[in-house]
């Protein structure tokens, strides 16, 4: 799903982070020219507009962290799990 918005013409008005958690694309409405118009359509990411780019963006930032701190821990229970020699 998509929503084309002049964000400036509506603030305070749409609430981005439920757009966003919803799936649904907030972009800017020079996309549709360029979707009509171009072949192939232009990538739908170049398109959003900054109220949700800075959502995905934070999200990015919090996976990556996620990732690292799940990395380690997997490390931590891997040299835990070693095994011991026999004598």
């Known amino acids: ?3 084309l918005i ?3 013409k509506a603030l305070g008005l749409v609430d981005y982070n439920q757009l966003y958690s ?3 694309w907030v972009l800017r409405p020079d996309y549709i020219a360029d979707y009509l ?3 192939p359509p232009p990538p739908i990411q170049k398109f959003v507009v ?3 780019q800075k959502l995905m963006e934070t999200e ?3 996976d990556t962290s996620t990732d690292t701190k799940k990395r380690k ?3 931590d229970i891997s040299s835990q799990n070693l095994k011991r020699t026999r004598k």
């Open 22 to 24: 919803a799936g649904i």
């Open 60 to 62: 990015s930032k919090d």
């Open 37 to 39: 118009t171009q072949d």
């Open 1 to 3: 799903m998509h929503l």
């Open 6 to 8: 002049q964000a400036k």
């Open 50 to 52: 900054s109220e949700v």
């Open 73 to 75: 821990n997997d490390e």
